[in-house]
């Protein structure tokens, strides 16, 4: 719960801080009552959901990479060294396991929430040469995921 009363706030923080940076403008266009949105994409922000996905891709990238510390890594597992899997046509793709859940609470936990948001990628991004053509090309991805 306390996850939840953090995110609130810190939405609350980050909308206040948008609705600041377009009011300090010469010509402000936003009024206090207007939708947040249209001014996301003036500034080329990402709203929270989509910044929490850009986070968890970017550090299954250095995952991937081998980049990523041994904690994390040992967190995932791709297609191809789990075992019942080794014959399969999915071995040969990048794609990470998701463990078996009893709950909705555990599709937070970065063991499922990192794999589900790099398997959902397209093949593209994920075969990124660089950690900063990745990020460029990721974040446009979820920008025009959120806004178009």
């Keep these: 719960m306390h ?3 953090f995110l609130g706030r810190l939405l609350l923080i980050t909308y206040m801080g948008r ?3 377009v009011h300090t403008s010469p010509r402000p266009q936003l009024r206090p009552r207007h939708h947040i949105s ?3 994409q003036r500034l080329h922000w990402l709203p929270i959901r989509s910044r929490v996905l850009y986070k968890q891709c970017i550090l299954m990238y250095r995952i991937n990479c081998g980049q990523a510390p041994k904690y994390i890594t040992d967190v995932v597992s791709t297609v191809a060294a789990t075992a019942t899997r080794s014959s399969l046509r999915s071995e ?3 794609n990470y396991c998701l463990p078996r859940l009893r709950t909705k609470f555990g599709e937070r936990a970065f063991s499922y929430a ?3 948001a790099w398997n959902r990628l397209p093949q593209n991004i994920r075969a990124s040469t660089s950690l900063n053509v990745f990020k460029w090309k990721l ?3 979820l920008f025009t995921e959120a806004f178009y």
């Design 3 to 5: 996850l939840f009363r």
């Design 19 to 21: 609705k600041m940076s």
């Design 114 to 116: 990192g794999p589900a």
């Design 92 to 94: 040969n793709t990048m």
């Design 38 to 40: 249209s001014s996301l």
């Design 139 to 141: 974040k446009t991805h």
